[in-house]
């Protein structure tokens, strides 16, 4: 596919997706984020693939949304571009998607880090919602999701005071799985996402979507929600697979179906 600035990858059963501005610390322009949405949008509809990497690379994830391209914009422009809703795609992803971030993730940085279901983080990631300092406030999910990742008072203290938090400092908060050495968090985030890609996809594809509403909704509708998708999954011919080859003490192989 003819992206100019992401890379993307099949390795195993894992795409990877690199944000590939690097002279701008891959600030997030709309011609970006659209090759990024329809990269993870085509993997999502590929079998070859069971989840998804993005990174960026060692100094900077992304330094937040492109900060030149839209300081002339009116809000009418903004909304007429759908600046934001373009960051939304990546909720309708599902397949797991992780993010593997080393040095900065700040604004639209972080918040892409935030909307994808796992965070492997190196030792020198730093995360920020700086909005404040340019007279905004985060528009893609960082109001949201990062106070539900770390706490209101963490995420105000971010939000409203620009403080960022070192990647030790995500990792005790609970925001990031993993925390690795500079020279190994790609590794591991790769590793993590081929793991998880051999697991019978249509139950990782109902868990995801279960803990999002987790993540969204009341626990009744969670819990009735999941009860459907529990049953659900007793029509698939993975299920029977995994607890026949339970029972024969073999490895299952899954089928999709
Ligand atoms: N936008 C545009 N260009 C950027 C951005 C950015 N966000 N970040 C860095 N760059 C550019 C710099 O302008 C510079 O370009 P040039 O060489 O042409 O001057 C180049 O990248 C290198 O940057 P620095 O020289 O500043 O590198 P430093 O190592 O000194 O500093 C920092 C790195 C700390 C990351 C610094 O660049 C910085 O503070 N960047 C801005 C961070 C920021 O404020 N991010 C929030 C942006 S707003 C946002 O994300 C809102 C999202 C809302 C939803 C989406 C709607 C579209």
Known sequence: MPYELILSE??????????????AMNALNNQLMHELMDALEAYDKEDAVGAMVITGNEKAFAAGADIKEMAEQ????????DHVGVFGRIRT????????????????????????????????ARFGQPEITIGVIPGA?????????VGKAIAMEMILNNRTLSAQEAYQFGMVNRLVPVQGYLEAALTLAEEIAARAPLALRAGKKMINQAFEGTLSEGLTAEKQEFYNLFTTEDQKEGMQAFVEKRKPEWKGI
Do not use: F, H, Y
Request: hydrophobic share 40%; net charge positive.
């Open 141 to 149: 999910g960082g109001t949201q999701r990062l106070t539900r990742a």
């Open 10 to 23: 099949i390795r195993g059963r894992v795409g990877l997706l690199t944000l590939n501005r690097p002279q």
């Open 74 to 81: 009116s809000a009418r422009q903004m909304m007429d571009r």
């Open 93 to 124: 992803i599902q397949k797991p998607v992780i993010a593997a971030v080393s040095g900065w993730a700040l604004g639209g940085g972080c918040e892409i880090a935030l909307s994808c279901d796992m965070i492997v983080a190196s030792e020198s």
